[in-house]
C-alpha cells in the first residue's frame, strides 16, 4: 500500500513538472549583409549595429523568439534562405519578378530611391551613346546591376563589387567613372564625408526594383506564417513610433509615409 502511494506521488509529481517546466524558445536564424551603412555594418568590437539589425532584435524581443543574425555578403543571402540556411533575410530587398519567383516579400521596410554617383564636373547624358566607355561599380547580385546591363548592355564597362565599401574606395580614388545606387547610403556613407567632395548624384531618382518602389525583408514560400507574424509585428513596431526611434540615431530622413504621424 505505502508503495503504491509512493509511486503514485512519484508519477504525479513528474507530470506537474513537465506541465510546469517552459517550452524551450523559439529560434530563428536571419540573415544580414552587415556592410551596408547605416543600414547595417559591424562596428570596431565586432558586433553587428545599424538599423536594420537593430529593427531585427526588437522585431524578435515582441515575437518572443531567439534570433541569431548571420552576416554574408548580399549575393549569397537568398541562396542561403533557399538552402534552408536561413529562416529569413532582414536587409532591405527589392522585389525584382525573378526574386519574387523564389522567395516571399514582406511589407516594405524602406522607400530608397537610387541615383548615379558622378563627378560633379561631369553632365552625363544617361543614353547607350552617352555613357558609352563609362566604368561603372555596382553591386553584384544587385538590382541595380540588373538595372544598368538591362537599360545600357555593353555600351557601358560594369565592374562588380561584393559590397558598397568596395566601390566608394574605387571611387574616390578614381578607379571608377560612376556607380548606382540607393541616395539615403550614398547621401550618408560618400557624399556628406571628405572622401566624397566634388560628387554627386545625377540622372534622377530612379526605382530599381521592377516597378515597385519599397524594399521589404523576405521569407521562404514555404514560411508564409512566420512572414505573416514579422509583418505583424513590424505593424505594431512602426505605429508605435518605435520604427522611427530606431531609425533616428543612424539618418535623419524618414523611411516610410507612416513616419509622418511619429514626427
Known sequence: MHLHKTITALTLASASLFVL???HAEKLVLGNEGSYPPFSMVDPSGRLTGFEPDLAREMCKRMKVDCEIVVM???????????????????????????????????AVLFNPDSYVVPEAKNYTFTP?????????LQR???QAKYVSETFGNAVQIV?????????LDLANGRLDMSLGPKISWTNEFLSKPQGKGWKFAGGDLWTGGGEAGSSWIARKDSGELLNRMNATLETIIKDCTFTKLRKPYMEVELLPEEAACR
Request: positive net charge; proline residues 8%; glycine residues 8%.
Open 141 to 143: 547580385g544587385s538590382a
Open 129 to 137: 551613346e552617352g555613357l558609352k566607355g563609362v566604368r561603372i561599380g
Open 21 to 23: 517546466a517552459p517550452a
Open 73 to 107: 555578403d548580399f549575393k549569397a543571402l537568398i541562396p542561403a534562405l533557399l538552402q534552408k540556411k536561413l529562416d529569413a533575410v532582414v536587409s532591405q530587398t527589392k522585389p525584382l519578378p525573378e526574386r519574387k519567383e523564389k522567395v516571399l516579400f514582406g511589407r
Open 160 to 168: 562588380f563589387y561584393d559590397n558598397p565599401d568596395q566601390i566608394r
